[in-house]
């Protein structure tokens, strides 16, 4: 069995549920993770934040407006009137439960029951349109099978043991469908795996089920080998390492969120990007075993901070490293670039939570500049340290642009600049030239 997951935009009108349908159709038996349909979560979010400004009349407006959208769904769907009046009745429960949020008290765990309801919805949608169809699909609640811990981490051994029984107990099923993003918390109330969190979903279930593979589909063909936004003419790559797809959805690569790629790394599930508008493309396969020696991709993180910190003495001292990493861990700020010297260090953050503070504590025992306004650019690839040749085509590329940073070695996978804002295009254009034109 394969697990395949349809995001927003495959699934954000009525003909797009009917695109998808016939996909799956003739894929057969398989398990479907579904998103809600695309701007359905931002309209929940903001009715949730019109609740807890308490103005119900805007949290009302919102909520009729998102009804009719559905409505106008539904309509343009179904075929036969019993199919239609299903779907309109189980939506009704999901919209009727919305309004019963407003009243006084609303908080978190309020907020979260709304943000569930779009999943929720998508997969009412298709499950009553797969058997007019006649496909006898099961349904499977995400809310009793995912879980997360006390960590807030994904509660792997409860979720193999509550699902693997679902779907013995269902063993003549044609197919499954479930919904992405939504679980429940160690304490058991609805909860969700932040947003973007269906592609963890289909990974965590491709890991519990040892699926043959787990197929992500979007509406773009595959990751592809630059940002197409701002260099030209990029291609999709056909194949990549688990790590080097850890590395591009990380530093700003939109396909895939970067949480999945863990659940199926460890259990060598392979993870196949897939595009719904082409479904025959071939689309770029994630695994543990990709071809080595090439460079497959570049990608740019934007607003970044540098800080130069100098150690008040000559010389670097023992703990100076941890006097400085220790003021970030204090704050619980994740550092994304470290480049070292005798004297100092610079470090890259993308988050400004708490900045003046900790400025201000580093002040007391070194010397403080800052940059903002930089872009991480991250080449991904067959990095391993005894392949000659890249890191000097990539500064090579790089000969006319000021580069303010290089961290290379961290892992096999990538070297990160960090460039000027006004310079990320350039860079970008001159290394994508460089890696994947001239070579
Ligand atoms: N619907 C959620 C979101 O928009 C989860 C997802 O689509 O992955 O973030
Ligand atoms: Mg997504």
Same mark, same amino acid.
């Given at each position: 069995?394969? *697990? ?18 016939? #996909? ?12 809600? =349909? ?12 019109? #609740? ?9 407006? =919102?909520? $009729? ?7 106008? *769904? ?5 075929? $036969? ?15 009727? %439960?919305? /309004? ?24 009412? #949608? ?8 006649? +496909? ?21 051994? %409860? ?48 890991? *519990? ?8 589909? $979007? ?8 940002? !197409?936004? %701002?260099? @030209? ?11 080097? &797809? ?14 999945? *790629? ?9 993870? /196949?990007?897939?595009? $719904?508008?082409?479904?025959? &493309? ?7 075993? !990709? ?5 497959? @991709? ?14 008040? /003495? ?19 700020? !994740? ?7 005798? +004297? ?19 002040? +007391?025992?070194?010397? +403080? ?22 890191? &000097? ?10 580069? /303010? ?12 600049? #960090? ?21």
């Amino acid at each position: 069995m394969k *697990v395949m997951k349809f995001g927003g935009t495959s699934v954000g009108s009525a003909e797009r549920f009917k695109n998808v349908a016939r #996909l799956l159709l003739d894929r057969g038996r398989n398990i479907v993770v579904l998103s809600a =349909m695309s701007g359905t979560t931002n309209s929940l979010v903001e009715i949730a934040d019109y #609740l807890y400004k308490r103005n119900s009349a805007g949290a009302q407006e =919102m909520i $009729t407006s998102l009804e009719n959208k559905y409505s106008g *769904v539904v309509n343009a769907l179904f075929e $036969t009137h019993e199919a239609r009046e299903k779907a309109r009745k189980e939506l009704k429960g999901c919209f009727s %439960y919305l /309004r019963s949020f407003v009243r006084e008290q609303f908080g978190e765990n309020e907020e979260k029951e709304i943000l569930s309801q779009g999943e929720l919805m998508s997969t009412i #949608l298709m499950a009553n349109y797969l058997r007019e169809l006649g +496909v006898d699909v099961v349904l499977l609640p995400a809310l009793d099978f995912m879980r997360t811990d006390e960590n807030a981490e994904p509660d792997i051994p %409860y979720i193999e043991k509550r699902l693997l029984p679902m779907l013995e107990e269902h063993a003549e099923a044609p197919m499954f469908i479930t919904q992405g993003y939504i679980c429940r918390n160690c304490r058991g109330d609805v909860d969700n795996l932040q947003r973007g969190g269906s592609d963890l979903t289909a990974s965590l279930i491709g890991a *519990v089920t040892g699926a043959e593979e787990i197929e992500i589909w $979007t509406d773009i063909d595959g990751m592809h080998n630059s940002d !197409p936004r %701002y260099v @030209a003419n990029t291609q999709p790559v056909h194949e990549l390492h688990f790590e080097e &797809a850890a590395e591009l959805a990380y530093f700003g690569a939109k396909i895939l969120h970067p949480t999945c *790629v863990l659940p199926a790394k460890v259990n060598n599930i392979p993870v /196949r990007l897939l595009n $719904t508008m082409q479904p025959e &493309a071939a689309g770029t396969l994630i695994s543990n075993f !990709p071809p080595s020696r090439t460079i497959k @991709a570049i990608a740019a993180k934007d607003n970044i901070t540098a800080i130069k910190i100098k150690s008040s /003495r000559m010389l670097l001292s023992y703990g100076f490293m941890s006097q400085v990493f220790e003021v970030f861990e204090r704050y619980r700020i !994740p550092i994304d670039m470290v480049a070292t010297s005798e +004297v100092g260090v610079s470090l890259t953050i993308d988050n400004r939570r708490d900045f003046d503070r900790i400025i201000n504590e580093l002040k +007391v025992f070194a010397t +403080v500049s800052t940059d903002d306004d930089m872009v991480i650019i991250c080449v991904v690839g067959d990095l391993e340290w005894h392949n000659t040749g890249f890191e &000097a085509k990539v500064v090579e590329a790089l000969r006319g642009i000021p580069v /303010r940073m290089i961290s290379y070695g961290g892992s096999n996978y990538n070297i990160s600049l #960090l460039v000027k804002k006004e310079n990320k295009i350039e860079a970008l254009n001159a290394l994508h030239k460089k890696l994947f034109i001239d070579k």
